[in-house]
């Protein structure tokens, strides 16, 4: 099991241009979450997703951002229109059900450094 | 609102020494509480959960409900101990599962 897969590692982008990260969940997972780390900062919730469902997005900026779990493929975080303010790390975590109770705990990605210029 | 600190940002200790990473938290459900840790170059992976109130690598915390506390301690540091500790908070209706982190803390073990 190659575990939580995220692609590319590292993503320069300038300015204007779109930014797509991937993120293969481990074998068996349906719950797929993305997390946000800017510099100097905690790793901050984005959304929470199951396969074709947004569960939870409550922390996705309103606009440029979006995301998706499709039926077959990785999950993609798509950041339209990039600004210098979006360079950080973004983890993708995935898990066989929902962590809250712990009883699965996450499985973290590599993550993907974006840097746009 | 639910919140995560880790008032240390670094915490630089020798070898044998006791270490205590530091994690208050704010919510007012009731908190299920991990330990994540970074090592360098590796992913962040789970250190341990309060509700299976075990011992990993020799780290222990203890959730205290009155003093908000989610301390991650260990008796004698290790060399390989060094790494980014993040203490997190687990929330959501129905479990979704969405984690509140605070900043992490860097624990440096020097010989």
């Known amino acids: 099991n190659a575990g939580v897969m995220q692609n590319p590692r590292h993503l320069v982008r300038r300015r204007g241009q779109e930014a797509r990260l991937r993120c293969s969940p481990m074998?068996?997972?349906?719950?797929v979450y993305w997390y946000r780390q800017l510099p100097e900062e905690g790793l901050k919730f984005m959304v929470y997703l199951q396969k074709e469902n947004i569960i939870d997005e409550s922390g996705m900026p309103k606009e440029r951002f979006s995301a998706e779990f499709p039926k077959e493929g990785p999950s993609i975080l798509r950041i339209q229109q990039v600004v210098r303010g979006d360079s950080a790390a973004y983890f993708c975590?995935?898990?066989?059900?929902?962590?809250?109770?712990?009883?699965?705990?996450?499985?973290f990605g590599s993550g993907t450094r974006l840097t746009v210029v | 609102a639910q919140r995560v600190t880790q008032p240390e940002k670094l915490l630089s200790v020798f070898k044998g020494a006791p270490v205590e990473l530091k994690c208050n938290y704010s919510y007012s459900g009731s908190p299920e509480l991990f330990w994540y840790v970074q090592y360098s170059r590796q992913r962040l992976q789970l250190l341990l959960r309060?509700?299976s109130r075990e011992s990993i690598k020799g780290f222990t915390a203890d959730l205290n409900k009155g003093e908000t506390s989610f301390h991650l301690k260990k008796p004698f540091a290790q060399e390989e101990d060094s790494a980014m500790y993040y203490c997190a908070l687990s929330i959501g209706s129905g479990n979704t599962g969405k984690l509140i982190f605070g900043q992490g803390t860097t624990l440096q073990v020097k010989p």
């Open positions: 309060h509700i």
């Open positions: 975590a995935s898990s066989p059900g929902p962590s809250g109770t712990g009883l699965y705990g996450y499985t």
């Open positions: 074998k068996g997972h349906s719950h």
